[in-house]
């Protein structure tokens, strides 16, 4: 089955990151790290509760921004109150944490790092992590569209709840997405839009990265998703939105992983050469 992970792009302090945020959320922990030949992190994946987070150090920097943002859904005040403290502390407060007509308690804060972040109480006893986009500037009134795109391309999906900011809230475009609930590959999303004078959209600050197994299924969401060829590069991608994805096969980790790193470095100089990734090309570079 396919798996789409958030990526967040660094200059080169990614896993400083990944070690601050596993020590501030509940239920996470770090996991596997790539590095390259020459010893240098590549990237660095995260658990937070079901959720996985994959870093990448990129070597230049590109600024993170509230396009996409994270939820978590906690059952507890005090621990919202003690996450929202540590993110809160060298970071940019979007929303204050207080009570609103959607949630008892809730907040939304950009982290020291320019990550965004939304906490939110809920009743469950299980965190749950949320990513979401936010559709402003050229993409307002795209966040639908987005929705019914990403479910058709994604096997496993649904559409859960679309919510219209209607004639009781005080804009112009009634029909614009106030929230929209949906899955991918059984992992759940949200999406609205937002008319707001935002100087912010999409970049590849972050980043979805969908895993697979086969050329078959990288050839046809790239057929399905790409749509700025000058933008197609490694693996990366730009569709028709703005949203930059990652179609990885798994066997790539596993080459740059090995202990050898010649044969390592011989799949990295591959993988740099492409667009689209090209399984084939990549085993032949392994093997040498």
Request: net charge negative; proline share 2%; charged share 30%.
């Amino acid at each position: 089955m396919k798996k789409i992970i958030p990526v967040i792009w660094f200059e080169k302090e990614g896993e400083q990151a990944a070690e601050y945020y596993t020590s501030i959320f509940p239920n996470s922990r770090l996991k596997e790290s790539v590095y390259g030949p020459e010893g240098n992190l590549i990237t660095r994946s995260f658990e937070i509760a079901d959720t996985e987070f994959s870093i990448l150090n990129g070597g230049m920097n590109i600024d993170k921004n509230p396009s996409i943002s994270f939820t978590v859904k906690l059952n507890g005040k005090e621990e919202i109150d003690r996450i929202w403290k540590e993110l809160s502390k060298e970071g940019d407060v979007l929303m204050p944490l207080d009570s609103y007509d959607f949630s008892e308690y809730y907040g939304w804060v950009q982290d020291t790092y320019g990550v965004s972040w939304q906490l939110m109480f809920t009743e469950k006893k299980e965190i749950s992590v949320v990513p979401g986009l936010l559709f402003t500037k050229e993409r307002y009134k795209e966040a639908e569209n987005a929705i019914r795109k990403y479910t058709g391309v994604f096997d496993n999906s649904q559409i859960d709840d679309l919510y219209y900011y209607g004639e009781e809230q005080l804009i112009e475009d009634k029909d614009a997405l106030m929230h929209g609930a949906f899955q991918l590959e059984n992992q759940i999303f949200s999406a609205m839009d937002s008319g707001l004078d935002h100087a912010f959209t999409f970049n590849e600050g972050i980043s979805l990265m969908v895993l697979v197994d086969s050329q078959k299924e990288i050839d046809e969401l790239w057929d399905k998703l790409s749509a700025v060829a000058e933008e197609e590069r490694c693996g990366w991608l730009k569709d028709e939105f703005g949203v930059s994805w990652q179609v990885v096969p798994r066997v790539l980790n596993t080459y740059l992983r090995d202990e050898d790193n010649v044969r390592a470095k011989r799949v990295m100089d591959a993988m740099l050469e492409m667009k689209k990734m090209e399984i084939n090309l990549l085993e032949e570079a392994y093997k040498g």
